[in-house]
């Protein structure tokens, strides 16, 4: 069954610090992996948009990795501010279905 | 360029009613999906239209179903409302196909309650 998982499911960080979220999928074949940020009670933003051919992408102080044999993607963000408190939704695009897989989502804190 | 816009943005409901949900896509986007958003299950696609025609579905029951405009407009329509069925839904729009590489504009949501 072609899954999406995230973790942490939370988190708590300190304004000003990194912190890196993680998925995993099993979504096979794959075609595409976005990143999300998702506010609360509004729609989720794209952050990024990944192939498989694509290791690396960076949005601002968001950089997303890809490692398509492995099946795991990250999500970095650098010198958190408070305003990075979200949601963060890492999506998989399934080939062949022409589907989107979505995973549970990471809810990220940042205090000051 | 305006943005995707849905109405109404809030809405409550009975058991056993109706609902109608609209969504207009950024203007030139020809893809419009739907999706419902509860904090149990998370995004779970409903379906998506193109060029007026729906191209593909998620695992939901009958009683929802959408159209799309030949201005891509669209609406999403749940008969028979259960309580189950409150929740935020999500429509979004672009250019291509929606599980493609263009990006998927969102719209704010239609909060709907039933009671």
């Known amino acids: 069954k072609n899954q999406v998982e995230q973790s942490p499911q939370s988190l708590i960080i300190l304004e000003g610090k990194n912190c890196t979220l993680q998925?995993?999928?099993?979504?096979?074949?794959?075609?595409?992996l976005r990143w999300y940020k998702q506010d609360t009670g509004r729609g989720p933003v794209s952050l990024t948009i990944?192939?498989?051919?694509?290791n690396t992408k960076s949005n601002g102080r968001y950089t997303a990795t890809l490692d398509a044999d492995t099946k795991q993607s990250s999500l970095h963000i650098t010198a958190s501010q408070l305003s990075d408190s979200a949601s963060y939704i890492c999506?998989?695009?399934?080939?062949?279905?022409?589907?989107?897989?979505f995973g549970a989502g990471t809810i990220l804190r940042v205090k000051s | 360029k305006a943005g995707v816009t849905q109405t109404p943005r809030y809405l409550i409901k009975t058991r056993g009613q109706q609902v109608t949900l609209s969504c207009s896509p950024i203007?030139?986007?020809?893809?419009v999906s739907w999706y419902q958003q509860t904090p149990g299950q998370g995004l779970q696609f409903l379906f998506e239209?193109?060029?007026?025609?729906?191209?593909n579905k998620g695992n939901f029951p009958g009683r929802f179903s959408g159209r799309q405009f030949s201005n891509s407009r669209s609406e999403m329509n749940v008969s028979t409302l259960e309580l189950g069925d409150s929740a935020l839904y999500l429509c979004?729009?672009?250019?291509?196909?929606?599980?493609?590489?263009?990006?998927?504009?969102f719209g704010p949501g239609t909060r709907l309650t039933v009671l």
């Open positions: 239209y193109f060029s007026e025609t729906q191209r």
């Open positions: 203007s030139g986007h020809r893809s």
């Open positions: 999506v998989v695009s399934e080939e062949y279905g022409n589907k989107l897989v």
């Open positions: 998925c995993n999928y099993t979504v096979s074949p794959f075609s595409n």
């Open positions: 979004a729009s672009s250019l291509g196909r929606g599980y493609g590489t263009d990006t998927q504009y």
């Open positions: 990944m192939t498989f051919s694509e």
